[in-house]
């Protein structure tokens, strides 16, 4: 049976008393649990390139925002594909979870779901991303299908490279493809320039994560950027986000932005530093907190697009 679950508690590092804990039936809150439903930074950090290469498609078509339809079909897509990511990660991670501290509790090595259960589940949330892109032109779906090509060879990286970050930054930065491509039927420049600065900023937010679990992962033998940078990770993230920095001007610049984008870039500048700055690589709650703030970096960035394309519109 799909549901013939147990719930034996929350996944150690989940937000407490998120509503899955609360409102959710609790036959269905190891799979909620299993698509990471109450963690959205993962979601939101998978839907931000979206909106962000939306925006940016906006500004160069002078639109005065990005399509409506297109955001709300990138919002349920990236709540659905990143559900089916974890849940993917968690199949292909199962041996290694078991043996780490935070991940040990996840579903699946828990008990509280099945191999066979998590498999259904994740066709089930990859039939619900299929709906969802069919919504979009030819090119787009295309790019999406491709787009599964990053997200299966992720999970593997770990076991083989110092740099499963990039590999993340790949699989994670690829919606700065598909909202240029929604409203355009192809690439251009900014797009790829976009996409390349999602994976810096990628690689540096991921890289404070993993320093949760570095310890475990020495044990165990996961690799991460880390593990990689170690006591230099600050120099390391600095190199990381002023990259991303760059290309998302160069990117803005391409799609014929004005001041406002601009503006956009520059004042996340000013956040992407206090994460430098505050960054305790050994305090792991810490180190959760500003990944998370990442949240917000996005908005930033969204709201500098949003306006300059209002401005041009105007």
Same mark, same amino acid.
Request: charge should be negative; aromatic fraction near 16%; proline fraction near 3%.
């Given at each position: 049976m799909l549901f013939s679950t147990k719930d034996t508690g929350p996944v150690a590092d989940a937000v407490k008393r998120h509503w899955v804990d609360t409102r959710l039936p609790a036959s269905l809150r190891p799979y909620a649990r299993l698509a990471r439903w109450e963690r959205p930074i993962g979601w939101w950090l998978l839907l931000w390139p979206c909106l962000?290469?939306?925006?940016?498609? +906006?500004? +160069? %078509? !002078?639109?005065?925002?990005?399509?409506p339809w297109h955001v709300?079909? /990138?919002?349920? !897509?990236?709540? +659905?594909m990143r559900g089916a990511g974890?849940?993917?990660?968690?199949?292909?991670?199962?041996? @290694?979870d078991s043996k780490v501290e935070r991940t040990r509790s996840r579903p699946i090595p828990a008990g509280q779901v099945t191999r066979f259960q998590a498999k259904i589940f994740l066709v089930l949330q990859c039939l619900v991303g299929?709906?969802?892109?069919?919504?979009?032109?030819? $090119?787009t779906i295309a790019l999406g299908v491709a787009s599964l090509v990053p997200? %299966? @060879?992720?999970? $593997?990286?770990?076991? /083989?490279?110092?740099?499963p970050q990039l590999f993340l930054g790949f699989a994670f930065s690829w919606g700065a493809f598909m909202g240029w491509a929604a409203e355009f039927g192809h690439l251009s420049w900014a797009p790829i320039i976009l996409y390349a600065g999602g994976i810096c900023w990628t690689i540096g937010y991921d890289t404070?994560?993993?320093h949760q679990d570095k310890e475990d992962d020495?044990?165990?033998g996961v690799k991460s950027t880390a593990r990689l940078f170690g006591n230099r990770t600050k120099p390391a993230l600095i190199v990381l986000y002023a990259l991303a920095t760059v290309l998302f001007m160069l990117a803005a610049s391409l799609a014929d932005a004005g001041p406002a984008a601009f503006a956009g870039i520059l004042l996340g500048v000013l956040h992407l530093g206090w994460q430098v700055v505050t960054l305790d690589i050994d305090d792991g709650d810490q180190c959760l907190k500003l990944f998370r703030s990442n949240t917000t970096y996005g908005w930033i960035l969204f709201a500098g697009f949003v306006a300059d394309a209002l401005i041009g519109w105007l």
């Open positions: 962000w290469s939306a925006a940016l498609a +906006a500004i +160069a %078509a !002078g639109n005065g925002w990005p399509n709300v079909l /990138f919002l349920v !897509g990236a709540i +659905a974890c849940t993917y990660n968690d199949l292909v991670d199962v041996d @290694i299929l709906i969802v892109l069919l919504q979009f032109n030819l $090119f997200v %299966a @060879i992720y999970p $593997f990286m770990k076991r /083989f490279t110092n740099w404070i994560y993993a020495a044990l165990v």
